[in-house]
């Protein structure tokens, strides 16, 4: 498999002087095409910040970052913005939905950002709800639904943009164990049936192993991959 993933030498910072922080300190990985992977590390380790630089979220201080083997430019926020929309689709822990708007609008967001016809958002977005055995929901409101069902409609809105690349910042942090289960068992299924490459930050060691491989972090560099 090719790399869809190049991170190389990375570095970032936060504050100055005696209150500077090394959120990554040359942190360096290869994430294959089609992969599923576990980020992991102690709390200030560089998990998030890593997932954040991979979304096109946060430019970096120093390094280099290669997707699908072209370069991604990390200092340009207008350069980031683009590519995010069009390559990555990220979930939250907190899932990050509208609360006063319906299931379908919070997963048709994305496509009225790109502006597609109300004809293709309505196909697409009900196909992926059928996907997720949530259409039924579409017309509900996010605090009607439990946190496993909020779970899947924050996948939704990232799998509906048809991005290659899904990164999701502690998805199971918010839900009980058997609502874990059945997260992890849909990222299985989005991976092997769609064939999407998935990162996931997590804390949680039975998380990391469900996925293919897990990469390890402490003090902002990869130790372990």
Do not use: W
């Not at 102690?42 to 699908?68: E, H, I, P, W």
């Not at 939704?156 to 899904?166: C, D, I, S, T, Y």
């Not at 068992?185 to 998935?198: D, M, S, Y």
Request: net charge positive; aromatic share 6%; hydrophobic share 40%.
């Amino acid at each position: 498999m090719e790399n869809i993933i190049e991170l190389k030498d990375v570095h970032k910072y936060y504050g100055k002087g005696d209150g500077l922080v090394r959120a990554l300190n040359g942190a360096t990985l290869d994430i294959k095409e089609g992969e599923m992977c576990a980020v992991m590390g102690k709390s200030g380790s560089g998990k998030s910040t890593l997932l954040y630089v991979m979304a096109g979220l946060n430019k970096v201080d120093k390094g280099d970052y290669r997707f699908q083997d072209k370069p991604v430019n990390l200092k340009n926020p207008n350069a980031l913005s683009r590519f995010r929309k069009d390559n990555i689709g990220l979930i939250v822990q907190n899932f990050a939905l509208i609360e006063d708007q319906t299931v379908f609008y919070n997963v048709a967001l994305p496509l009225k950002y790109k502006g597609l016809s109300r004809k293709k958002i309505q196909k697409r977005v009900m196909k992926v709800l059928e996907m997720l055995e949530i259409s039924d929901k579409a017309r509900n409101y996010p605090g009607q639904l439990s946190g496993g069902q909020q779970q899947r409609v924050s996948i939704a809105r990232a799998l509906v943009k048809k991005a290659e690349v899904l990164l999701a910042d502690e998805p199971t942090g918010s839900v009980d164990e058997a609502t874990e289960d059945n997260i992890m068992a849909l990222f299985r299924k989005i991976n092997t049936e769609l064939g999407k490459t998935i990162v996931i930050v997590t804390h949680d060691e039975k998380v990391g192993n469900l996925c293919d491989r897990v990469i390890r972090l402490s003090d902002g560099r990869v130790v372990n991959a």
